[in-house]
């Protein structure tokens, strides 16, 4: 029985838990919380921030429901941001189920509802604009709820959480939740330095237990020895020792079947049936994948395809084989769910949109899910699957940072993926980010990854990405033009600067830094001994070392350029040869003499074919030579001679040979060649032997022991000099980028030069308009805008041109620059390519990376579309899917929304701006499940 005071205590604590709303919100749940979301909901309600990492599935939104609860029972807003439209769209359903459609809102840039609700869902971006506006949108918030902030780590769109956590007002609470990453406490400490009081709980455990599987042929074979779990999961290296043998065997078998014929180790009689036979029996259709999932209980399934087209595919397969995972009731029901769509999309656009295929792989249970699928479909797909009604979805990997869809299992079908420059294995991160689905709480017990097996699987590199690592979480902070000028705007430039230091990316330089010092001070402790130990009683050894040191580098400086004139005087020799011609082939090969038989036309790496007099057919390159090669004799080479036969080569080396008979000896070099360093090389390296043998230390008898420690302390110094240096480099690195941008910004005159009257910097009437600019293009955009060229165009010609400052073509075209939709856009187009180069020239100058070029490749389609054509008229010709040009649509839009908010810009561009957006913002660009 608990003492007096223990029972006091208690009941002092379900007190002041009743004031927060923790029972009353645990209660609405309908599940108890994990040790992990009781702790962190506790840390909101007595008014910390707080960080959650947790693993996907993990139950991590609970956190932020609570703060919502808390703002709403308080009288405070609360703002949830999501990182893509999509997720914010998920949300805000899940909210108004929750607590009614007037009490919520939503804000994605191109959609507006209820924008002043007490809870509203916005993308970051949209937080981020209304920062800068100091928006009265903003008035009574008191909670802010950050999903997926590892999204931070975003090449392109990171900055904006960044931006975000630096500008919200001290009484805004944070509740950030982000994926288990490796260096929580890191951020966690930069978040508690910026934000005040901020807790960090960090959980590994996944509430669904996630067992790891390899699929061969159509078994299902477990991945460890013993059937473990990700809780359970051996970290790596240890792993290793723990792969499934039978997994292990079968990769020796395979590798030893894949091996080529006559190599040691091959099995006897293992012929080339034997090794079809080997491989015919691990592989295994996606139908067929399919059906094994299902005979296995482990349905509904996504199944990860790093390919567009290949989950397009993989649907295509699965409809054409027969096979169907849903029962005529389901099938029913999902053909409701999608006439309740069809009947509002044209008629016209159904066929170019791929509506009936994607209609049939729906009703027997299929579906892909990626970025070029139409926005409308992607929505009934994801809603479909939660529903349990849609069995089997193939996804790219956008889907690991996008909307819930968990699943009962995950299939990995490679483990490697296309960055858009080559094919590189996926991270254990993404990995685990990927299997993470696998599992849904309060619907299964447990939760299946599958690895498919190929030919080169490696059972241990899979364990390696399947045992318990975790990712870490690196910014990718930078300060854009828009950013540059809204901070000078609001506080000044030296107060911009000091905001910008408080950023997680410098916060990460520093605390390298920190590392780097210690390393400098040890290597410091280190030169200090290499130096008494060479210290010499006849003079400074240090000078000496030094002239000795220098004296290495200019001998190997003037090797390098002998190296280099041999290379270019053989170059040139070779690029003189003509066919016929006799040479003697001496450096690296040692070819002896030959014919030349063959030119080759590069002329920057000439490679002639030669015979040699043994009658062997090589190519020779500068590689080849020591030297320039001298041609000692002519012969004839038959005008039909190919080298194929023997008794051509026979006959060809019976001339040679008979032509060397009757020549002079054939000489090594060509006549005069010098192969010497130059005139200055030579004389320093006189000046330093000059200079070493007469130095006092020269003369003594332990010199060579004091020189080794010499060279020693010299490598050091030169690796400890490198490393200041980098400590230099990183130190103050934002504010450095900051001042290079805003070099920029005052050439093109968007900022007044700071100086000792106006230390603060001054914005221009067109840096006032750019801060109302947002976009990877954002200064090329506003410099167009300034110069007039879009001010008369009509709302088609406006939507076309804005789709250049907009729109990235997924590969990159080198062909001549299309003809334009109309003269205006004709001229505008010149005078965006015209502005970007100079643009791009001012950053190379200032050391910024470059702002991408303007894209044609959308002008026609988005011209026509917003002239009325249908979906089918503006795609055609191009190699664009109805879900990119519908996503690319709306980021015209949200450019046009920008354009026409800003202050005092010319009227009539402000009206084709607003036309612009009402024709492009119709058919398929315009429909989204959310407002129905």
Known sequence: ??????????????????????????????????????????????????????????????????????????????????????????????????????????????????????????????????????????????????????????????????????????????????????????????????????????????????????????????????????????????????????????????????????????????????????????????????????????????????????????????????????????????????????????????????????????????????????????????????????????????????????ARSVVMEKLEKFNGESHVAITAGEYTQLTGRAGRRGIDVEGHAVVLWQQDTDPAAVAGLASKRTYPLNSSFRPTYNMSLNLTSQFGRERARGILETSFAQFQADRSVVGMAKQVRSREESLAGYAKSMTCHLGDFTEYARLRAELSNAEKDAAKTVSRLRRSAAAESLETLMRGDVIEVTGTRRLGRCVVIELDSAWHDPRPTVLTEDKHIRRIGVQDLNGPVEVVSQIRVPKGFTGRSPKERKDLAASLRNALAESRPPRRGAPGFDFTGSAEEEARITELRTALKAHPCHGCPEREDHARWGERYTRLLRDTSKLRSQISGRTNTISKTFDKVATVLEDFEYLVPASADADQGQITVAGQRLRRIYGERDLLTSLVMETGAMNTMTAEELAGFISALVFHARREENGPDPRMPTAKVQLAWETSVNLWSQLSDAEASAGLPETAAPDSGLIWPMYKWARGSDLRECLRGTDLAAGDFVRWAKQVIDVLDQLAKIPDLDAGLVRSCNRAVQRVRRGVVSYSNVVD
């Open 1 to 406: 029985m608990n003492t007096p005071t223990e029972r006091y205590t208690a009941a002092k604590e379900r007190s002041q838990e009743t004031e927060t709303g923790l029972p009353e919100f645990r209660a609405s749940l309908g599940f108890d919380l994990d040790p992990f979301q009781e702790e962190a909901c506790r840390a909101v309600a007595t008014g910390s921030g707080v960080l959650v990492a947790a693993p996907t599935g993990a139950g991590k939104t609970v956190v932020g429901e609570f703060a919502i609860f808390q703002a709403l029972r308080t009288g405070r807003k609360a703002f949830y941001t999501t990182p893509i439209k999509a997720l914010s769209n998920q949300k805000y359903s899940d909210l108004v189920d929750t607590y009614g459609a007037e009490r919520v809102g939503l804000l994605t840039g191109d959609m507006t509802i209820n924008g002043e609700a007490e809870i509203v869902v916005m993308t970051t971006e949209v937080l981020r604009n209304m920062l800068y506006a100091d928006s009265d949108t903003l008035d009574s918030l008191g909670f802010v709820v950050m999903d997926e902030v590892h999204y931070l780590a975003d090449k392109f769109r990171g900055a904006v959480w960044e931006e975000v956590i630096i500008h919200l007002r001290d009484d805004v609470q944070v509740i950030s939740l982000s994926a288990t990453v490796s260096n929580a406490e890191e951020f966690g400490g930069w978040l508690d330095a910026v934000r005040g009081d901020t807790r960090i709980i960090v959980s590994e455990h996944r509430p669904i237990p996630l067992y790891q599987h390899v699929m061969v042929g159509g078994r299902l074979l477990n991945l460890f020895a013993e059937d473990l779990s990700f809780d359970q999961a051996p970290n790596a290296p240890e792993s290793v020792a723990t792969v499934n043998p039978e997994l292990t065997k079968l990769a020796h078998r395979t590798m030893a079947s894949n091996r080529p014929h006559g190599q040691r180790g091959r099995r006897p009689g293992s012929g080339s049936w034997g090794d079809k036979r080997e491989q015919l029996s691990t592989r295994v259709s996606r139908p067929e994948i399919i059906m094994a999932l299902d005979h296995a209980g482990l349905l509904p399934a996504l199944v990860f395809i790093f390919s567009r087209k290949g989950c397009d595919a993989a649907v295509a397969q699965c409809v054409r084989s027969g096979l169907a995972v849903t029962t005529i009731a389901e099938a029913t029901e999902i053909e409701q769910a999608i006439d309740l769509v069809a009947h509002k999309l044209p008629p016209d656009d159904l066929e170019v949109l791929g509506f009936w295929p994607w209609r049939e792989g729906l009703m027997r249970g299929f579906a892909a899910h990626h970025a070029g699928l139409l926005p409308i479909f992607k929505e009934i797909v994801e809603d479909l699957f939660i529903r349990g009604l849609v069995k089997v979805v193939f996804a790219t990997e956008t889907l690991a940072l996008g909307v819930n869809m968990p």
